[in-house]
């Protein structure tokens, strides 16, 4: 057993809401999810021009519920869209806050994360850290070449569950993460599916673009012709477009719906165009998982699924079906980023790892 622990407090802000959690060591001792009132947060002109506006709000929650603040020995925030990095946990630095309030790669709530958590740590005397953004980029150059010279293909993706759960995987294997081959599956409004190699994401889908399998909210990879086609044949604006491929695309664009509870129900009671956008949505997870089982040479030792829509086992079982060959199947439902935020910062906490510089 470690001989000190640590008070974490963990930011990680989205659309309208922010949740909060205070750790002590590898225990959610509380844990709060703030709702904002969307007028309140227009009067923002960026996401990230929200961080003092949020964190008026975090510290009145945590005093209304007698959290010690004084006790809290590092604030770690979700990271935004930052320039490229590889995985780890990273001081918040000058350089790094620039970035988040400019918005290097957009504008996203998620870069307000670093923000707040370096704000309260200044007042509180203690470190800010920000653990696996999404723009965790570990590609090795093969994966980087996409066919036109134009374009590179880029790595975004749920990379702060993705790696925890690489971790609790290695785990589960009695091995340790940068020594073991897998392929995780993040299933969720977006889908990604990574090819882990020894501690590594080499290569994965770009799930902020809509690239990959269809997802509830997601197009995923469409043919290029006919997206070009459709593109300038005049019945479509940009905005249309960019739609059609995020927000408005995949299963929602058949069915109507993006609850996957609701699909479910219409399959059960028979529903045949339901059934065909359930299983394709399946299908085209699994061949995601083939093409990265390709890209490690076959040498995989598990197969991870998780996220929200892991929480359904007769989706889960779909895919299963056309992969279990590949390697032993994992399922870890839903997303445990509070944890995997503050699991980061407690191995920087205790020297389990260093922390890493932007």
Known sequence: MPDKSYAILVVNPGSTTTKVSFFVDEKEEFHKVITHNIEDLSRFNKSSDQDLFRMEIIVKVLRENNIDLNSIGAVVGRGGLLRPIEGGTYIVNEQMIADLKHGHLGDHPSNCGGLIAYAISKALGCHAYIVDPVVVDEFEPLARISGMPLISRRSLYHALNQKAIGRETALKIGKKYAEINIIVAHLGGGITVGAHKCGRVIDVNNGL???????????????????????????????????????????????????????????????????????????????????CAAVLKGDVQAVSITGGLAQSKQFVDLIIDRIAFIAPVYVFPGEQEMKALALGALRVLRGEEEAKIY
């Open 209 to 291: 673009d809509g690239d990959g399998p269809f997802s509830p909210e997601r197009s995923g990879q469409v043919p290029v012709g006919d997206l070009i086609r459709a593109s300038f044949s005049g019945e479509y604006t940009h905005s249309d477009m960019k739609k059609l491929v995020l927000g408005h695309g995949g299963m929602i664009a058949y069915l109507g719906t993006h609850d996957l509870r609701v699909v479910e129900d219409r399959v059960n009671k028979g529903d045949g165009e339901a059934a065909l956008i359930y299983e394709a949505m399946a299908y085209q997870v699994a061949k995601e998982i083939g093409a």
